[in-house]
């Protein structure tokens, strides 16, 4: 029978680790219903099997076996309003918008449920030892937009993205004394993340002749140095390299400049400068998509718990560092072309460190109230890079791949900050067979404006939360008790809303780029965005 019953946990926890999860936003909403509805200021409490999370120290509290089994349901909405591009290159020039984005724009993600299971057991060993394990998310984000640019100019730098970290997470208790317990956890984690866009690829050097200039005298430089004489004109350009029968697109190219009396370099800028004015480059268009894996990674979870009276808890949790070497590829699909360019791709990443901190009072045995704060090291996130086996190279001038390209990159600064959370919960046990919960948790971004984009579209937050925890010895059929004393059933009911709205006036550098390839414009990218999520959570849970 125990080999069944081992046999039995040992696939569920496959199982469950098996599941696509993510979450919200970059930091969990809350595991479990139970510390979701009081707001995650659960440190000071961790009497479920999610302790393993919140605080492993709290097992050793708990006098019986539990299991625990459960689902969050999350929609973000993400609205972003008066989106354009400026450039006060192009205003001096007369434009008063970017040629291909014109106007301002609205959208708004496509809101759609995410959805995070999350499962764990805890169990009592002896007097003073417990041990248990637990599944869940403690990372994760995944938001997708329209991924035409013409309703979602966003596009040009993310139209979706995703990021999720699962853990299986064992873990053992030891109380110390009637008053102190410690604990550890070991999260063992899979990660999977991506990025769908469109790249943004103007004829930027379309209004500077001296660019222009620049590449003419590059390209007649490189055919003297290979005809071995001075070439300063599209004609003998154009002759040396038949003689060679090489390079027939730019001879045919300079052939036709000849042809029309565009002769010397300064004559191919103007002529660049007035035939390009506007219009999409070659590659402009051309779509993205990264995926990539972290198959195996390891972090910690420490904590304590400390009980000075009858009416006081103190928890302290220590959560570790995630590495993640994530390994994948892209696919890029040109527009010209129906067949995908692909390569290896590989980015290194750190899931940040933590540290929660909680205080519980109970001064009444109706009711309870908690605090907590999380400090979060988001100042190790100072740049995301992404490195590819070969360069993802693109062309700017339409219909002349000959004469010009230009290397994509994806290096983005990131310039994260140190964040701490405040976390409020109450609880109030109206019956015997029933439990409220409240909760409430600020949340602010680690995003700075400078660096804020689509990749990670967040701003500071408010979490209100509402939960009910119900006993099965309420249940009855036909007037019957159905003595299901040892069930449980916790609700978590979420609304969470932006502080206020996000305005960017030009301070991203990486939205910036995304639209100025070139960087000659100097481009910015203004916008406002608000955002709101909903959330409902539901976990069954059992005491043996």
């Not at 510390?35 to 999610?50: E, I, N, R, V």
């Not at 052939?255 to 002529?271: C, D, F, H, V």
């Amino acid at each position: 029978m125990k080999k069944q019953m081992y046999g039995v946990f040992f696939a569920i926890i496959m199982i469950s680790i098996s599941i696509p999860c993510n979450a919200g936003n970059i930091d969990t909403f809350g595991i479990g219903a139970k510390a979701t509805s009081l707001g995650g200021a659960f440190s000071a409490l961790a009497d479920d099997p999610f302790a393993l999370y919140y605080n492993p120290a709290g097992m050793s509290w708990v006098k019986r076996p539990k299991f625990s089994m459960g689902l969050q349901v999350l929609i973000p909405d993400l609205k972003v309003e008066n989106f354009s591009v400026l450039s006060p290159t192009q205003e001096a020039l007369g434009e008063q918008e970017d040629l291909l984005i014109k106007g301002p724009k609205d959208f708004s993600n496509n809101a759609k449920g995410l959805f995070v299971p999350c499962m764990g057991y805890s169990m009592p060993i002896n007097d003073k030892i417990s041990a248990g394990f637990a599944v869940y998310v403690p990372w994760g984000v995944e938001l997708e937009f329209d991924s035409n640019p013409v309703s979602n100019p966003a596009a040009f730098n993310a139209y979706h993205v995703y990021m999720a970290r699962e853990a299986f997470t064992p873990g053992i208790s030891y109380r110390i004394n009637e008053k102190l317990s410690v604990g550890i956890g070991l999260s063992i984690g899979k990660s999977h993340t991506g990025l769908e866009r469109i790249l943004y690829i103007a004829s930027d050097l379309a209004h500077v002749e001296r660019q222009a200039t620049d590449i003419a005298d590059t390209i007649f430089k490189s055919i003297s140095a290979a005809a071995n004489m001075e070439i300063n004109t599209s004609s003998m350009a154009a002759a040396a390299l038949k003689t060679t029968n090489s390079q027939p697109e730019l001879t045919k190219l300079l052939t036709r400049l000849s042809a029309s009396g565009i002769e010397t370099k300064e004559q191919i800028g103007e002529y660049f400068a007035s035939t390009y004015d506007g219009v999409p480059g070659r590659d402009h268009g051309t779509e993205v998509e990264v995926e990539m894996f972290d198959h195996f990674n390891v972090s910690f979870n420490l904590g304590m718990l400390y009980q000075p009276s009858n009416t006081i808890r103190m928890g302290l949790t220590y959560r570790s560092q995630a590495k993640e070497n994530y390994q994948g590829d892209i696919e890029v699909l040109y527009p010209d072309s129906d067949n995908l360019w692909t390569a290896d791709a590989v980015m290194d990443y750190k899931q940040p460190d933590q540290i929660q901190w909680g205080i519980r009072y109970q001064p009444h045995s109706k009711w309870a109230i908690e605090m907590d704060m999380v400090w979060t090291q988001w100042s190790i996130m100072d740049r995301q890079i992404t490195t590819l086996s070969e360069p993802l190279m693109v062309h700017i001038l339409p219909g002349n791949a000959v004469i010009d390209s230009s290397t994509v990159i994806f290096d983005f600064p990131r310039n994260w900050v140190n964040t701490i959370q405040k976390r409020f919960g109450m609880e109030w046990y109206a019956k015997d067979w029933l439990t409220v919960r409240l909760g409430y948790f600020y949340d602010p971004t680690p995003v700075p404006d400078n660096t804020m984009d689509f990749q990670w579209p967040d701003g500071d937050k408010k979490i209100y939360s509402l939960g009910l925890g119900i006993n099965g010895s309420c249940f009855h059929f036909n007037n019957k008790k159905l003595n299901l004393d040892n069930l449980d059933i916790d609700l978590a009911f979420q609304y969470g809303k932006s502080e206020y709205k996000r305005f960017l006036g030009g301070e991203s550098k990486n939205l910036n780029h995304d639209y100025d390839l070139t960087q000659f414009y100097h481009r910015h990218v203004s916008l406002s965005a608000s955002g709101e999520v909903w959330g409902l959570g539901c976990n069954i849970n059992y005491a043996f």
